[in-house]
């Protein structure tokens, strides 16, 4: 039996990677198992109740047109306990049976910078460096491979692929230098030879949106199935994986269940990330300021739909599609089909969540758009529309005026409220370079925003609760 272990038993890697596995267990191929645990102690009840029912738990997913389905989902055999030694974690990864370690990891959760330098000026990835010297685990992602694939090296448990299950651009590649930097960091050449010659780490590129858990989540599954399930959890019908077929060490025959094992990932990853994610992100920034809690009020909202609609018609999609560089993706079909998506109702999918982590957003779903525009002397009209819409958002938040906890672990608060605070908060976002890179400053990409904070400021007076 081989298995595959992921870092992170969140909602969305039990609403898709596990199901993924499931589906091929049900087909009659049980070659696979999934181990699972956490390198935070997060999800303390959750955590609890997958041990208590064996990794089992009931998957509710809802089509657009409010379909409703329910399955019971027993791909993950084992459930590791947290404990801040990663003992468990590090046996099962140091395990000859593990030929998989698979992680989702939030956007900033990787500490790079523009150019994929980690960053060390975040505390608890410094911490996490210093504890790796002495030889001790960390919660980050880097700290807690490094102490896995240390004891996978010494153990001689052979090669493993480390597989990224994140929105992150070019997640392989990118996790891949960040956990070499950090290796490096350390002074451990051995480790770092061994990584190099034992390890792959494919780019992927995941969909499907899972909300958090809510209690009335349990409550349908108990009154659909008579199973009264703390770890239930709920998502929509849609799911895509589209994964570089680069394995070390063997892998799933995914392919008999809908995975797309392709040699490239990056025509289906800029496609999801610039069509889906920023779209997302415009949705929930223009939902908050017109005063909507959820994603699917948002998408019925004819502006706010047309603002998303105008982005990626107008700027996004000749970015990705030429006569010189076709893409394999309708990808008119696939805006329809996202703001579909982005409709159902019974997916109830917060703003809060999905207006987090602007600071990381910005740089990785929304500039690229904008540079490439720019390059060619095109216009950004629309695209600057996001940015714009998260200016004001921003200001709201500094004038405490969100009505809702906003998360950012990029974010320099105190640089923020500066912006907010400038005699030209227009010139002073666009000259933020976390944010807008070598763009910071351009006079073209200061007109176009001042252009959208107008828009956006007319918007927000008209719409604004």
């Known amino acids: 039996m081989n298995t595959m272990l992921h870092l992170g038993l969140g909602s969305f890697h039990r609403a898709h990677q596990a199901v993924y596995l499931h589906e ?9 198992t999934l181990a699972g645990g956490n390198t935070r102690p997060d999800m303390a009840e959750t955590m ?78 410094a911490a996490d460096l210093q504890a790796a010297k002495a030889g001790r685990p960390g919660s980050t992602i880097y700290a807690a491979l490094t102490a896995i694939l240390r004891a996978r090296s010494a153990a001689g448990a052979g090669p493993v692929t480390l597989l990224n299950c994140d929105n992150l651009r070019h997640n392989g590649d990118r996790s891949r230098s960040g956990l070499l930097q950090f290796v490096d960091l350390l002074g451990d050449t051995a480790l770092r030879a061994w990584i190099e010659a034992n390890t792959t780490s494919p780019n992927a590129m995941v969909d499907r949106i899972t909300p958090r858990p809510t209690p009335d989540v349990r409550e349908r599954v108990k009154a659909a199935t008579g199973v009264d399930d703390p770890a239930a959890l709920m998502g929509e019908s849609f799911i895509q994986w589209v994964i570089e077929d680069r394995f070390a060490a063997g892998r799933p025959a995914w392919e008999k269940v809908g995975v797309e094992m392709v040699a490239s990932v990056d025509p289906y990853e800029e496609a999801k990330i610039r069509l889906l994610n920023a779209t997302h992100s415009c949705i929930a920034w223009a939902g908050t300021l017109a005063g909507f809690l959820y994603i699917h009020e948002g998408t019925h909202d004819a502006e706010i739909r047309q603002l998303a609609f105008d982005y990626v018609t107008d700027d996004t999609i000749p970015c990705l599609h030429s006569p010189e560089k076709p893409s394999p993706i309708d990808l008119a079909a696939y805006r329809d089909i996202v703001l579909d998506r982005f409709g159902n109702p019974a997916i109830r ?33 629309s695209v600057a529309m996001l940015p714009a819409l998260f200016l004001a958002y921003l200001q709201r938040w500094h004038r405490g005026q969100i009505p809702y906890a906003y998360q950012d672990q990029a974010m320099d608060t105190a640089q923020a409220h500066a912006i907010c605070e400038a005699a030209d908060p227009v010139a002073a976002f666009a000259a933020d370079r976390v944010l807008f890179g070598p763009l910071a400053g351009d006079e073209r990409l200061v007109d176009a925003l001042r252009a959208a904070s107008a828009r956006v400021a007319d918007f927000v007076q008209r719409r604004s609760p």
Do not use: C
Request: no cysteine.
């Open 349 to 381: 999918d917060t703003n809060q969540r999905v207006a987090m982590d602007g600071y990381s957003k910005i740089p990785g779903f929304i500039v690229p758009t904008i540079r490439e525009r720019l390059a060619v002397n095109a216009p950004i009209a």
């Open 24 to 32: 091929l267990i049900q087909a009659g191929d049980a070659s696979w």
């Open 48 to 125: 609890a109740a997958l041990a208590a029912q064996g990794g089992a738990y009931t998957l509710e997913t809802i089509s657009p047109a409010g379909e409703h389905r329910y399955e019971r989902i027993t791909s993950i055999r084992k459930v590791i306990p947290y404990t801040p030694d990663l003992a468990g974690l590090i046996a099962e990864g140091a395990n000859p049976a593990t030929k998989i370690i698979s992680f989702t990891v939030t956007e900033a959760g990787y500490y790079l910078d523009a150019k994929n330098r980690l960053d060390l000026n975040f505390a608890d990835l």
